[in-house]
């Protein structure tokens, strides 16, 4: 083992003493010039770095020594916050996308996908509530299921949907 696993926090910039004892009044600074930070999670105050530190250094002020299965518990906790704060702020994104008729056909158009979405739609056995929607829709919202249906019409995945969104919310009539 080359390496200690440590949590610590950042300590006072001047006088060195720990997040977690006193507040930071002059600004932080790692309690280890040497410390290699694996993650800082915030969701903590004050925020609790998870690390590494070389096998001969002692700990300094702020740092608590834990076991390699603790470390990379944390880490996999962290990570797994981290991932499912991204995907509520994908989903947030993605429900907030909404086009009008004109920019869904248009980026439809400039992305030679027009042609394809009108042969689905003269298909017999597309969804009648589809047919109805492309016909008569004045907008289209990323999230429903008109837009679901069509991407797996059209074999599209979520980011290129994305994509088409973004694309089209750029045209102007």
Do not use: C
Not at 13 to 20: C, F, K, L, S, T
Not at 60 to 78: F, N, R, V
Not at 91 to 106: G, K, T, Y
């Amino acid at each position: 083992m080359t390496t200690k696993h440590i949590t610590a926090y950042y300590i006072d910039a001047r006088d060195g003493r720990p997040a977690n004892e006193s507040p930071l009044r002059h600004g932080p600074a790692r309690p280890s010039e040497t410390m290699a930070i694996d993650a800082v999670d915030r969701r903590q105050d004050p925020p609790l770095i998870i690390g590494r530190i070389p096998v001969g250094e002692s700990l300094s002020p702020g740092m608590t020594l834990i076991g390699e299965q603790e470390h990379a518990d944390l880490l996999a906790d962290y990570i797994a916050w981290q991932d499912a704060n991204a995907q509520r702020t994908l989903d947030e994104r993605r429900e907030a996308m909404v086009v009008s008729r004109f920019q869904a056909r248009a980026v439809l158009r400039q992305m030679g996908l027009r042609e394809q979405v009108e042969t689905i739609m003269g298909n017999p056995e597309t969804d009648p509530l589809v047919i109805d929607a492309w016909a008569d829709a004045t907008e289209f919202r990323r999230t429903s299921p008109t837009v679901a249906a069509l991407a797996t019409a059209l074999d599209l995945g979520p980011a290129q949907i994305d994509e088409l969104f973004e694309a089209a919310a750029t045209i102007e009539a």
